[in-house]
């Protein structure tokens, strides 16, 4: 029986090509969205990827997701915790309501779904989990002290959840992607865009199927000597 996987943020962008990844990897996949209903539908009639709508940064919708999910197909046992939003802005001009939705988005989610699924990974004696970080989280960014704080808390979380479920066969990593070419970084000022990119030594921006590769060989059944890392795919841009 193939192996139930749920990725959240799962039909736009990284999360995209992570679930049809995934998919071609003999997994059973479930993509999750919180808004766009119009890409999601896309996304499913393209790839005949199962898509379910609920907010990965609220617990109670979560957890019934979860419950869904393993009612309908089985226990999940990959996890993939790729929701994520940004709220750029200085320190000065961020809202209170900024740093909220991006901490709640971004970590808040590994949190609910990794609540919702890890016990049953332990009793199963198998998961995989992998958290979508970011190189912000790691080196920081001008404008992002909300971002920057919620992915260098994912690294964190991974670290330490990695050592709750290794004893069990549940490995929990984390993916630190650099620039990759979405929607989300689209949406940076094209000049500040400009300088960010002559600074990857590889030349370019990423692409999303760079990090679903990371995905794939970090939930491979025989990964399991893997765990509590964070591998980052980010064209040389910061080597840690
Ligand atoms: N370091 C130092 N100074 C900087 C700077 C930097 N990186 N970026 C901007 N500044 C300076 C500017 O030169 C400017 O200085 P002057 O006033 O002297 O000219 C001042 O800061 C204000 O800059 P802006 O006019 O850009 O300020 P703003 O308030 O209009 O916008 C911002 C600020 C929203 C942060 C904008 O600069 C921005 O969007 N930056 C990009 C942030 C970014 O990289 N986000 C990543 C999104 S993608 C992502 O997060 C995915 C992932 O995981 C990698």
Not at 209 to 233: H, K, Q
Request: glycine share 12%; net charge neutral; with cysteine.
């Amino acid at each position: 029986m193939a192996r139930v996987a749920l990725v959240t943020g799962g039909t736009r962008g990284i999360g995209a090509a992570i679930s049809i990844a995934l998919q071609k990897a003999g997994r059973l996949v479930v993509a999750s969205y919180a808004g766009n209903t119009e890409a999601a539908e896309a996304f499913h009639k393209e790839t005949g990827i199962e898509v379910i709508k609920f907010d990965a940064g609220n617990y109670d919708q979560s957890v019934a997701a979860v419950n869904e999910i393993a009612a309908k197909h089985g226990a999940i046992e990959i996890l993939v915790n790729n929701a994520g939003i940004t709220r750029d802005a200085v320190l000065s001009k961020q809202s209170r309501e900024m740093w909220d939705a991006v901490i709640d988005t971004n970590l808040g989610s590994c949190f609910n779904l990794c609540k919702a699924t890890f016990d049953g990974m332990k009793a199963a004696k198998f998961g995989r989990i992998v958290n979508i970080g970011s190189i912000n989280g790691q080196a920081g960014q001008y404008g992002q002290v909300n971002y920057a704080a919620a992915k260098s808390g994912i690294h964190g979380f991974t670290k330490a959840l990695a050592q709750e479920g290794a004893r069990y066969g549940v490995t929990v990593n984390a993916i630190a992607p650099g620039y990759v070419d979405t929607d989300m970084v689209r949406a940076v000022p094209p000049d500040v865009l400009e300088k960010i990119i002559a600074k990857i030594p590889r030349g370019r921006l990423g692409k999303a199927d760079d990090i679903a590769r990371g995905v794939c060989f970090l939930t491979a059944d025989d990964a399991d000597f893997v765990t509590g890392s964070t591998l980052s795919i980010n064209g040389g841009q910061h080597m840690y």
